[in-house]
Nanobody
């Protein structure tokens, strides 16, 4: 089975920084895109940042210049460095990976359990 486990959430003051990490484990033949999404109370889940297996990145306009996504293909991990955090960044952050568990299967999306990020003074 495939598991995505996130870590690194917490409470931070406005202007502060946090680093989220996500590790994929289990049956992993190959991993395509890995990314971070977030969902604030009463809002839909939205894309924060995504990174391809080749290292190409894409960010939501609201986080450009403040957040940086990176991955380690050898360790099957993806990280999100969040700087200059704002109260509106408060949300549950989810890791997602598009991956093949076996060579003969089409890629599927797998999600982590989510980690809370709260930005407040």
């Amino acid at each position: 089975q495939v598991q995505l486990v996130e870590s690194g959430g917490g409470l931070v003051q406005p202007g502060g920084s946090l680093r989220l990490s996500c590790a994929a484990s289990g049956r992993l033949f190959s991993i395509n895109d890995m990314g971070w999404y977030r969902q604030a109370p009463g809002k839909q889940r939205e894309l924060v940042a995504v990174i391809s297996s080749g290292g190409s990145t894409n960010y939501a306009d609201s986080v450009k210049g403040r957040f940086t996504i990176s991955r380690d293909n050898a360790k099957n991990t993806v990280s999100l460095q969040m700087n200059s955090l704002k109260p509106e960044d408060t949300a549950v952050y989810y890791c997602k990976a598009e991956l093949r568990a076996y060579a003969w299967r089409n890629p599927s999306d797998y999600w982590g359990q989510g980690t809370q990020v709260t930005v407040s003074s």
